[in-house]
């Protein structure tokens, strides 16, 4: 029998057993309530609650602008809807890099106001003390390496990282030091998958990847573009599971042709 299917609730400790028997772990974004029930019936492992609600939420070009209120609202929404899983929330920009103290109220506010069980940073070396005074007060931290899009704009591009030595060294002592530190799981985008592999093996706290390849712990998508919710993003690595736009678009034009002709509502839908 699967870890995951003779636990009440997803805890940081399963994730590690989960690692330690070779259960690949599956997590999903997810933003608000309806979306995040289908998602926790469906039996993900983890939502995240992702800072791409930037993007896909609210409409925005990166996961710069998003505010602390903005998280702790997707958040608490998520949060009503799941049982089982475990919750992460990322911490947005600008609420973490900066001192290490605004760092752990910014974690605080997260964890009061929503209900969350852990929030995601980007960044290692950079914001070690953030990482060390949030997970002093208790609160677990998820990492994130590679491409981190809070820094788009210092590296320019969503290409792939780490492929020079010198940045895939980086990341490696990044894993190890999040690892050091107490970080309960670590997220790796968008780098070579034998780079990713190589960590994994590394490091004793379960590797989630997005287009890190398959040699990781378990696997995270933004659920709007698995489900092709979003239809300009197409990386490489995105498998898309549905084209859910296609599907809503033919809905709501069903609907304006029934209003126009006067077909809906019918006489069973009226009082
Ligand atoms: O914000 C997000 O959705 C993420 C995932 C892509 C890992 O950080």
Same mark, same amino acid.
């Given at each position: 029998m699967s870890v995951q299917s003779h636990v009440r609730k997803i805890t940081t400790h399963v994730l590690y057993e989960m690692k330690l028997r070779g259960e690949k772990i599956a997590m999903l974004t997810a933003y608000d309530y309806s979306m995040a029930k289908i998602v926790e019936a469906a039996g993900i492992d983890v939502i995240l609650v992702g800072d791409s609600a930037s993007n896909v939420?609210?409409?925005?070009?990166?996961?710069?602008?998003? #505010?602390l209120d903005a998280m702790i609202y997707h958040a608490s929404s998520v949060v009503r809807a799941t049982e089982k899983a475990l919750v992460v929330v990322d911490m947005p920009f600008g609420t973490y890099q900066g001192n290490s103290k605004e760092a752990l109220l910014s974690a605080i506010r997260i964890m009061k106001e929503t209900g969350a069980h852990a929030v995601k940073m980007e960044g290692g070396f950079e914001i070690k003390e953030s990482i060390q005074r949030i997970l002093s007060a208790g609160i677990p931290v998820m990492g994130h390496l590679g491409? #981190?899009?809070?820094?788009i704009y210092k590296f320019g591009t969503y290409s792939v990282r780490a492929r020079q030595e010198e940045e895939a060294l980086k990341l490696k002592e990044d894993a190890k030091l999040l690892e050091e530190l107490g970080c309960f799981s670590v997220v790796l985008e968008k780098i070579p998958a034998q780079l990713a592999s190589e960590v994994a093996q590394s490091i004793k706290i379960p590797v989630i990847g997005i287009g890190a390849g398959?040699?990781?712990?378990g696997q995270v998508l933004v659920l709007h573009d698995m489900l092709g919710i979003t239809q300009e993003f197409s990386p490489r690595f995105l498998r898309r599971y549905h084209n859910i736009a296609d599907e809503i678009q033919g809905a709501v034009q069903n609907y304006i042709s029934d209003v126009k002709q006067r077909d809906f509502p019918n006489e069973r839908e009226q009082y």
């Open positions: 939420m609210a409409g925005y070009d990166t996961t710069l602008p998003i #505010t491409l #981190t899009p809070q820094s398959g040699g990781v712990d």
